[in-house]
C-alpha cells in the first residue's frame, strides 16, 4: 500500500497535479520523508528535479528535509540545479538548504549547473556564496565544466566571483586549455574581461598562444590559465614563456 501512495504521488507530481498530490498526502501517516523511491530519493527531490515550484512548496510545509540526501549523496537542491529550475533552487535555499553538499563524486550543486550550462541557477548559487573553486571528481571545478563543455557566460560569471583560472584537474589542465578546442576566443574575452575589470591593462593579459613557440600549449601549464602578467613573468626571470625550452 505504502508503494501504491507512493507511485501515484509521483505520478502526481510529474502532472504537477498539487491538488492530487495533497489528498495523497492526507492519507500518509509517516513523515514525507518516509517513503523513499529505490534509491533513496525523496518526494522532495522529485518534485525539485521536476520543477514544480508548488509542490516543492507543499512538501517543505509538510515537514519535508530540504537537507535529507539519498543513497548518491544527493539532495533536492542539487537535482533542481542539475535540471535548471532556478525558481525551485532559490526556494529551497530560502527554507535553508545547505550550498556545499556534495553527491558521491564530489559535485555540488554549482558543479552540476556549470556542467550543464543553467546560467541563471549558476548566478542564484554565486549570489549565495557557493564556493566556485570546489572540484570532483578527476579534480574537476566548475569553471573546468564551464570551460570545456562551451558555456562561456557562466565561465564569466564563475571568474568574477573568484574561480581561480590557473586551476587544474588531475592531468594539469587548466580551463584555457580545456576550452581551446571549444572556442578560445570567447573564453579569452571572458577572462580578459575579469581582468579588465580588476584593474589590470589589456598588454598585460597573456595568451599563451601569442607566447608559445608553435603552440606548444602542452608544455605551457602555467601559462595555459591565460592571465600571468608580463610584470609577473620578468619578476620571475621568465622571457616568453614559463617553460624554458618553449
Known amino acids: ?108 550543486a554549482l558543479v552540476w549547473a556549470s556542467y550543464k550550462g543553467n546560467v541563471e541557477v549558476v548566478k542564484i548559487l554565486l549570489n549565495k556564496g557557493a564556493n566556485s573553486n570546489i572540484k570532483g571528481e578527476h579534480h574537476m571545478s566548475s569553471l573546468l565544466w564551464a570551460s570545456g563543455r562551451g ?31 571549444e572556442g578560445i576566443q570567447e573564453v579569452r574575452a571572458s577572462l580578459a574581461a575579469v581582468w579588465s575589470e580588476r584593474g589590470y591593462s589589456r598588454d598585460e593579459f597573456v595568451d599563451p598562444s601569442d607566447r608559445c613557440h608553435e603552440g606548444k600549449l602542452r608544455e605551457c601549464s602555467q601559462a595555459s590559465a591565460g592571465v600571468l602578467t608580463q610584470r609577473k613573468r620578468r619578476r620571475q626571470g621568465w622571457s616568453h614563456c614559463p617553460v624554458h625550452h618553449c
Do not use: C
Open 151 to 181: 558555456h562561456w557566460e557562466i565561465v564569466k560569471l564563475l571568474l568574477v566571483k573568484g574561480a581561480k583560472s590557473t586551476s587544474a584537474d588531475k592531468y594539469g589542465t587548466t580551463a584555457l586549455r580545456v576550452g581551446l578546442q
Open 1 to 108: 500500500m505504502a508503494a501504491l501512495g507512493l507511485q501515484n504521488l509521483y505520478s502526481s507530481i510529474v502532472k504537477g497535479d498539487l491538488s492530487k498530490a495533497r489528498l495523497i498526502l492526507d492519507t500518509w501517516v509517516e513523515s514525507v520523508d518516509d517513503q523513499t523511491d529505490l534509491n533513496g530519493g525523496t518526494p522532495l527531490m522529485f518534485a525539485s528535479e521536476k520543477g514544480h515550484l508548488h509542490i516543492v512548496r507543499e512538501l517543505v510545509f509538510r515537514g519535508a528535509d530540504v537537507n535529507k540526501t539519498d543513497w548518491d549523496s544527493w539532495t533536492a537542491l542539487i537535482y533542481a540545479a542539475k535540471e535548471g529550475h532556478p525558481d525551485v533552487v532559490q526556494e529551497l535555499l530560502d527554507r535553508g538548504a545547505h550550498l556545499e553538499t556534495r553527491d558521491m563524486g564530489g559535485w555540488t
